[in-house]
């Protein structure tokens, strides 16, 4: 795991994390293996890869695309197979058949059927929160996930890094930033629940449905940080106007859950800048984010 309960202050102390290898990359690109394939009963002379995906797959029934941690995708496909909610859509899991098949996945690949639709454009950000204000109201009452306590990858460290008080990682001018916020840290009291980590990339618009919200990483933290998180992705990443911070705004520890947004994004940034790994819009993550960071810290 990313890191373990010290007994005497209740904080997270760091251990090794689990990093794709190059390995790992070519397993991915290429593409389901014939055993996911027959699982899945997937269209194999029709499968082809996703437009734009990263190492996702369709034959234009069914998407797959390979499983990071089993247990998260075990919990997440049996919350999905229960949905009953009518105001917000998730995908439908397809469960593998075959000699030797249990669970949600298949030789490391998992499956759903296809959504059909678009993601949101710049100008619909506003309906990114009206769809994850409908999606965190429908899962308030999950309890925790055990899984959480064993995540050992980039993502869980930032969460940590963000809540739990483990030691940051990375070159100096990412500990530079994150030190800054840390500095503004303050007890949060609002309650806690399973959200969706990467809200703001992952809201399909259907023709015809309600919105349908996908790609899920769980964590276990205030309904607001969901929506903290995208606020601070669309400034940060999007162009999207620093009145956003406002716009969004969720009650009294607003501000508390955008530096800690900032901090859940900056851990993974100074994990992969260390080890020589930063790609796409993490090569300039840092250099972006210091204006959001003074935006945030003014207000605190």
């Known amino acids: 795991m990313a890191g373990s309960e010290d007994s005497k202050d209740g904080r997270w102390s760091p251990r090794p994390l689990r990093l794709l290898n190059e390995a790992d990359w070519a397993w991915r690109r290429s593409g389901p293996t014939h055993r996911a394939v027959r699982a899945f009963g997937v269209r194999a002379d029709e499968l082809r890869p996703m437009p734009g995906g990263e190492h996702t797959w369709t034959d234009g029934r069914l998407f797959l695309k390979p499983v990071g941690c089993i247990p998260e995708h075990a919990w997440v496909c049996e919350v999905y197979a229960n949905w009953t909610a009518t105001h917000v859509r998730v995908p439908e899991p397809v469960m593998p058949h075959g000699p ?81 916020l840390r500095k503004h840290l303050a007890p949060v009291s609002e309650r806690p629940q399973v959200i969706h980590g990467d809200i703001l990339p992952n809201v399909m618009l ?95």
């Open 206 to 300: 259907v023709d015809g449905h309600v919105p349908a919200v996908i790609d899920w990483p769980p964590y276990f933290r205030p309904a607001g940080m969901a929506n903290a998180i995208a606020a601070t992705d669309a400034v940060t990443f999007r162009a999207a106007p620093l009145s956003l911070l406002d716009e969004w705004s969720s009650g009294e520890e607003w501000n508390q859950l955008l530096v800690r947004a900032l901090l859940y994004r900056l851990g993974p940034t100074g994990i992969f800048a260390i080890r020589n790994r930063l790609m796409g819009n993490l090569t300039t993550h840092v250099k972006r984010v210091k204006s959001v960071i003074d935006a945030i810290i003014s207000r605190c």
């Open 100 to 180: 030797g098949e249990t669970g949600w996945s298949s030789d490391g690949w998992s499956a759903q059927l296809l959504i059909r639709g678009r993601d949101t454009e710049p100008g619909e950000l506003e309906k990114i929160k009206e769809a994850s204000d409908a999606f965190h109201a429908c899962i308030r009452d999950l309890p925790r996930p055990d899984f959480m306590d064993d995540r050992d990858d980039p993502w869980a460290f930032g969460d940590r890094l963000a809540w739990e008080g483990i030691e940051p990682e990375g070159d100096d001018e990412t500990l530079a930033v994150i030190e800054r």
